[in-house]
């Protein structure tokens, strides 16, 4: 790695992290692994949507991406050089399983099997998410997530998984943001599997959420006491854009929508009454919500992945509004202080519950410079700012034990394609050389030092 000055580390703020805090990075299979068709994987939904035309900018898709089923090794070992402790990646259901179900490709869970022995042979702890968005395309083709079966079918796979990987994996997280694939799959349509359809959408987020339960019960099994098994949730914190009733009304309705639809279920076991009420306006998901369901969906967990990325602002007429300066995603406002706000709410609204954060990050214009190195000096305010707003939440008694930064290098980011770049590395797509950024030896330090 190229070395950069002591000044060059600037700025820290002081500010400790207890000990054994965990700092690391997060990935996602379909966005940095590419091999697409090798050793057997099956399709799934992204790779239908990123080849019809008009889905993806420039017509991009994930079928190499970082080419990281190849590069593994070497990229195993950056994370290590870089001094993470823990890494987040995802399974690939279609590789482990290519038909959605029904026989098991060895080479695809060997893939994993390899993936996690060569974490732990360089002393970093591997998190597992089972899903981030590639359903298997035989599913989908069968309903999807509004199918009931798919739920079922998930469970199967989760304990597949569990049964080959087991306690090598000290925590594991079942769905990841599934308010992303009701919102953006189901509802916008800007993402996979591309549905415009309200009345649907409602009645995936219920499957969903039934696929975390029956998951969790599916692989306890084969974990011992001491494994953990959780959510990942993208949760927003929703606040009125002024001090009027109405702002403050609509804004608690949004946070049904945007974050208790997810957190009740799964802490309470009960959907938000006033959001149920809402959907039944729109959507027949009360219908699907059998006898038991939620029950299961409330199977206790022990920890509670957090995903923050921005906050939203809502007018007295239900309009959302900026207020805070945008990064190069559109949809995202830079505002540190909303990470404190929600992580010192879950405590507050749901418990005690171990809190770790595996995704938080910005997109920045990433150039490699005549020097040969990327200055993104933007993604390190960025990090800093809201790495000490998750110092004050430990500070004022939040169970927060890590942090995982989104994301280790750049990758495919779905509709935007390779437009966006969130990595610490930078991706040279062409030849696929890694080149870490500046913030990824400011971060290297801030580890180093536990201390921001
Ligand atoms: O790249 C995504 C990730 O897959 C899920 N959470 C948000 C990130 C940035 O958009």
Same mark, same amino acid.
């Given at each position: 790695?190229?070395?950069?000055?002591?000044?060059?580390?600037?700025?820290?703020?002081?500010?400790?992290?207890?000990?054994?805090?965990?700092?690391?990075?997060?990935?996602?299979?379909?966005?940095?692994?590419?091999?697409?068709?090798?050793?057997? %994987?099956?399709?799934?939904?992204?790779?239908? &949507?990123?080849?019809?035309?008009?889905?993806?900018?420039?017509?991009?898709?994930?079928?190499?991406?970082?080419?990281?089923?190849?590069?593994?090794?070497?990229?195993? @070992?950056?994370?290590?050089?870089?001094?993470? %402790?823990?890494? %987040?990646?995802?399974?690939?259901?279609?590789?482990?399983?290519?038909?959605?179900?029904?026989?098991?490709?060895?080479?695809?869970?060997?893939?994993?099997?390899?993936?996690?022995?060569?974490?732990?042979?360089?002393?970093?702890?591997?998190?597992?998410?089972?899903?981030?968005?590639?359903?298997?395309?035989?599913?989908?083709?069968?309903?999807?997530?509004?199918?009931?079966?798919?739920?079922?079918?998930?469970?199967?796979?989760?304990?597949?998984?569990?049964?080959?990987?087991? @306690?090598?994996?000290?925590?594991?997280?079942?769905?990841?943001?599934?308010?992303?694939?009701?919102?953006?799959?189901?509802?916008?349509?800007?993402?996979?599997?591309? %549905?415009?359809?309200?009345?649907?959408?409602?009645? !995936?987020?219920?499957?969903?959420?039934?696929?975390?339960?029956?998951?969790?019960?599916?692989?306890?099994?084969?974990?011992?006491?001491?494994?953990?098994?959780?959510?990942?949730?993208?949760?927003?914190?929703?606040?009125?854009?002024?001090?009027?009733?109405?702002?403050?009304?609509?804004?608690?309705?949004?946070?049904? &929508?945007?974050?208790?639809?997810?957190?009740?279920?799964?802490?309470?076991?009960?959907?938000?009454?006033?959001?149920?009420?809402?959907?039944?306006?729109?959507?027949?998901?009360?219908?699907?919500?059998?006898?038991?369901?939620?029950?299961?969906?409330?199977?206790?967990?022990?920890?509670?992945?957090?995903?923050?990325?921005?906050?939203?602002?809502?007018?007295?007429?239900?309009?959302?509004?900026?207020?805070?300066?945008?990064?190069?995603? &559109?949809?995202?406002?830079?505002?540190?202080?909303?990470?404190?706000?929600?992580?010192?709410?879950?405590?507050?609204?749901?418990?005690?519950?171990?809190?770790?954060?595996?995704?938080?990050?910005?997109?920045?214009?990433?150039?490699?410079?005549?020097?040969?190195?990327?200055?993104?000096?933007?993604?390190?305010?960025?990090?800093?700012?809201?790495?000490?707003?998750?110092?004050?939440?430990?500070?004022?008694?939040?169970?927060?034990?890590?942090?995982? !930064?989104?994301?280790?290098?750049?990758?495919?980011?779905?509709?935007?394609?390779?437009?966006?770049?969130?990595?610490?590395?930078?991706?040279?797509?062409?030849?696929?050389?890694?080149?870490?950024?500046?913030?990824?030896?400011?971060?290297?330090?801030?580890?180093? @030092?536990?201390?921001?």
């Amino acid at each position: 790695m190229p070395v950069l000055a002591q000044s060059d580390e600037k700025p820290r703020l002081g500010l400790s992290f207890p000990e054994g805090f965990v700092w690391g990075a997060a990935t996602s299979a379909y966005q940095i692994e590419g091999a697409a068709n090798v050793d057997g %994987r099956g399709p799934s939904v992204w790779d239908t &949507f990123s080849r019809s035309p008009g889905k993806v900018r420039n017509g991009e898709t994930g079928d190499t991406a970082a080419d990281h089923y190849h590069r593994w090794q070497s990229d195993l @070992d950056l994370i290590k050089q870089l001094g993470m %402790r823990s890494y %987040r990646f995802s399974i690939s259901w279609s590789r482990v399983l290519p038909g959605g179900w029904g026989p098991v490709n060895a080479k695809g869970l060997d893939f994993y099997k390899r993936l996690v022995a060569g974490l732990h042979e360089r002393g970093i702890a591997p998190m597992v998410t089972l899903y981030h968005w590639d359903t298997p395309q035989t599913l989908q083709d069968l309903g999807g997530w509004e199918h009931r079966e798919t739920a079922y079918r998930f469970a199967d796979y989760a304990a597949i998984v569990a049964q080959a990987l087991g @306690d090598a994996v000290p925590a594991w997280l079942t769905l990841n943001e599934p308010k992303t694939i009701v919102q953006n799959g189901y509802l916008s349509g800007s993402h996979a599997p591309g %549905r415009c359809d309200p009345a649907a959408a409602y009645v !995936v987020a219920h499957h969903q959420m039934l696929a975390h339960g029956l998951a969790v019960q599916a692989m306890r099994p084969y974990l011992n006491n001491g494994t953990r098994i959780g959510p990942a949730l993208n949760l927003h914190p929703c606040y009125p854009a002024d001090d009027s009733a109405q702002a403050v009304e609509q804004a608690h309705k949004l946070d049904g &929508f945007e974050n208790r639809l997810y957190l009740d279920p799964i802490f309470k076991s009960a959907y938000p009454e006033d959001t149920l009420a809402a959907i039944a306006g729109i959507s027949p998901m009360a219908d699907h919500v059998l006898d038991g369901d939620l029950k299961t969906i409330g199977e206790p967990i022990d920890l509670l992945a957090v995903q923050y990325y921005t906050p939203i602002y809502v007018t007295a007429s239900g309009q959302t509004e900026q207020k805070h300066p945008l990064s190069k995603a &559109f949809w995202q406002q830079i505002y540190p202080q909303g990470l404190y706000d929600i992580l010192t709410r879950v405590k507050k609204d749901y418990g005690d519950i171990p809190l770790t954060i595996t995704e938080n990050g910005l997109p920045t214009p990433d150039e490699v410079g005549p020097d040969g190195t990327v200055n993104d000096a933007g993604r390190i305010a960025f990090f800093r700012d809201h790495f000490a707003a998750a110092h004050r939440a430990i500070a004022d008694g939040v169970n927060l034990e890590s942090f995982h !930064v989104w994301s280790l290098m750049d990758n495919f980011e779905w509709q935007e394609g390779y437009d966006e770049r969130w990595g610490l590395v930078y991706v040279d797509y062409a030849t696929q050389q890694r080149i870490p950024k500046r913030s990824a030896h400011w971060y290297s330090g801030v580890i180093r @030092d536990n201390q921001v």
